[in-house]
Nanobody, 122 residues
Framework: QLQLVESGGGLVQPGGSLRLSCAAS????????IGWFRQAPGKEREGVSC???????KYADSVKGRFTISRDNAKNTAYLQMNSLKPEDTAVYYC????????????????WGQGTQVTVSS
C-alpha cells in the first residue's frame, strides 16, 4: 500500500524555522517527483514547492528564498526546510507524489499524505 506520512509541523513564532518530513512506504521515491502543498482555512490548496527525480526544484513566489525542498532517496524521505516563517504561512501542509516531473499543480498528483499543521503566531 502506497503511503506518505508528513511530520514536523507545530507552533512557531514569526521569524522561526521548521523542517517538515515526508516519509514514503510501500514504494520507492526514486521514480517520483515530490510536491509540498498547503491549505489554509477557507482557501484553496496551493503548491509550495516540488522536486523532480533529477533534483530540479520549483517554488511558489511567496516562499522563494525562505523554503528549501530536498530529498533523500536512501531514506525514502523528502523534506521542506522553512525559514523566516510568517503568519501567512499558517496552514496544513501536505506532501504528494507524481511520476518523475515537478509540478505545482495539485491536480497533477495522485498520492497524498494526511497533512501536518503549521501555525506561525506570537
Amino acid at each position: 500500500q502506497l503511503q506518505l506520512v508528513e511530520s514536523g509541523g507545530g507552533l512557531v513564532q514569526p521569524g522561526g524555522s521548521l523542517r517538515l518530513s515526508c516519509a514514503a512506504s510501500g514504494f520507492t521515491l526514486n521514480y517520483y517527483a515530490i510536491g509540498w502543498f498547503r491549505q489554509a482555512p477557507g482557501k484553496e490548496r496551493e503548491g509550495v514547492s516540488c522536486i523532480s527525480t533529477g533534483g530540479i526544484t520549483k517554488y511558489a513566489d511567496s516562499v522563494k528564498g525562505r523554503f528549501t525542498i530536498s530529498r533523500d532517496n536512501a531514506k525514502n524521505t523528502a523534506y521542506l526546510q522553512m525559514n523566516s516563517l510568517k503568519p501567512e504561512d499558517t496552514a496544513v501542509y501536505y506532501c504528494a507524489v507524481r511520476w518523475r516531473t515537478c509540478s505545482l499543480g495539485a491536480y497533477e498528483y495522485d498520492t497524498w499524505g494526511q497533512g501536518t499543521q503549521v501555525t506561525v503566531s506570537s
